[in-house]
């Protein structure tokens, strides 16, 4: 994971569905380039978003990302998994020659996966990563998520008892 406290840090990519509800996460290095990690955190998820019989119970449609995801492999492979991508275009670069135009509308609801990771920021132990070894890390942004689907599901049940 690099250099720990007060070295590279450490960035989480995170998959969420269109309520911000988060479906997968990976832990990578912080001098680690973003686009490097698209590979791992959708076969991640492919493997964590099948039942035991292999039916898919989620998968995305559409992913969108900043410009640290931007190339063309990246483009090309979400493409063949089915995937529409939604990340914008580098300043340097021919628009033109992409092979899916940008949706500008789609993404300004980036901003779900933007107040995902800021709800995380609020957990203490996340933010100021208490933990020195990844796999730690890991499992307290888990147990993070953990927490935010107990209280989806009490407020859930809630609205059902009312």
């Not at 250099?3 to 911000?20: E, P, Q």
């Not at 039916?55 to 931007?70: C, E, H």
């Not at 609801?109 to 709800?119: A, Q």
Request: proline share 4%; with cysteine; aromatic share 8%.
């Amino acid at each position: 994971m690099g250099r720990s406290r007060g070295g590279w840090g450490t960035k989480i990519h995170i998959l969420c569905d269109a309520h911000g509800h988060p479906l997968h996460f990976h832990l990578s290095a912080g001098q680690i380039h973003d686009q490097t990690m698209v590979d791992t955190l959708l076969c991640g998820a492919d493997e964590t978003l099948h039942d035991e019989h292999g039916t898919p119970m989620a998968w995305p449609v559409a992913l969108a990302g900043d410009k640290g995801y931007r190339a063309n492999w990246v483009d090309q492979y979400l493409l063949e998994l089915g995937i529409k991508p939604i990340i914008p275009s580098k300043e340097n670069e021919d628009r033109s020659l992409r092979p899916v135009a940008f949706d500008k509308a789609a993404y300004r609801r980036r901003s779900i996966i933007e107040c995902l990771i800021g709800w995380l920021k609020e957990s203490r132990r996340i933010a100021t990563r208490f933990e020195k070894k990844a796999i730690n890390f890991g499992a307290m942004v888990k147990l993070a998520f953990i927490h935010r689907y107990l209280r989806l599901s009490a407020s859930c049940a809630i609205s059902d008892i009312a």
